[in-house]
């Protein structure tokens, strides 16, 4: 068998002008690269000079937080900001704010996209209203007026949720208000009913007040079961309800009092 002849070796001086044309191509990167680091750092061209907010889904954002949230990071170097941070912020400084994405966009520009937390029932607290979302946060502030569309829910400490704003409330009456509002809609009930109040005086006999002012006492669980017994009674039993003054539900059975 041949032996593999070997190849002679390559002069230093070869190899050396080998490596040259490679080392002047990394030093111009570098060059470039420094070059171009020091134009982001000075230039105003890459200064935020504009914030955008694109809203998910239908519920609007506050004026306020939306005139606030305009002018974050205004007139800083687009690259400088540390975008996980500001969202952290954001979402802990902005409690109406449930879910947010930040995005560069190049050469100074932000956008914010926000989803809203979306109220699905209001709190009386005497002097006004809280707004509620489904997770039981307080929306910051309160109004004096009703919201139109809204379930009222009676019966909280005042104290407890003025204490709650903006963030989540812990009352037990709440969560399971919240609870029956959720059963309601899984149902659809309030598609061809109206919702007026639902009182938690009493957590262990929660109370729905529908159209025409009837009373439905539901007690403080099984909400889904009670629902159906609901549903199916005055379905099948064409009822009026201007003769009917509660439903009581709590006992397994379906009790109507009349007027």
């Keep these: 068998m041949a032996k593999r002849a070997k190849k002679p070796p390559i002069p230093e001086a070869l190899r050396v002008r ?11 990167a570098f060059i470039v690269y420094g070059g171009l680091s020091g134009f982001i750092a000075r230039s105003e061209y890459f200064r935020v000079s504009k ?35 500001t969202r ?7 409690p109406e704010v449930r879910t947010l994405l930040i995005n560069r966009l190049l050469p100074d520009k932000l956008l914010l996209s926000i989803r809203p937390r979306r109220p699905i029932a209001q709190v009386n607290i005497v002097s006004g209203f809280f707004l509620i979302d489904s997770e039981g946060v307080v929306m910051p502030e309160g109004h004096f007026l009703v919201r139109d569309g809204l379930p009222i829910i009676n019966g909280i400490d005042p104290r407890v949720i003025a204490s709650s704003a903006g ?9 399971k208000a919240l609870r029956l509002l959720e059963v309601i809609g899984e149902l659809r009930f309030a598609q061809g009913h109206e919702l007026h109040m639902i009182d938690v005086a009493d957590e262990k006999n929660l109370s729905l007040y529908i159209e025409g002012g009837v009373e439905i006492k539901i007690g403080g669980e099984n909400f889904r079961e009670r629902m159906v017994m609901l549903i199916r009674t005055l379905e099948a039993g064409r009822l009026d309800k201007n003769q009917i003054r509660y439903v009581d539900l709590r006992f397994g059975n379906v009790v109507i009092g009349p007027r």
């Excluded at 080998?18 to 111009?28: C, D, F, M, R, S």
């Excluded at 952290?88 to 902005?94: H, P």
């Excluded at 963030?167 to 969560?175: E, F, H, M, R, T």
């Design 18 to 28: 080998n490596l040259l044309p490679i080392a002047a191509l990394v030093g111009a």
């Design 51 to 85: 914030v955008d907010i694109a809203i998910i889904g239908t519920t609007p954002l506050g004026d306020k937080a939306v005139a606030e949230l305009l002018s974050v990071h205004r007139g800083q170097r687009i690259f400088d900001i540390d975008l996980v941070h």
């Design 88 to 94: 952290a912020y954001i979402l802990a400084n902005y």
């Design 167 to 175: 963030k989540q409330c812990p009352s037990p009456g709440l969560k």
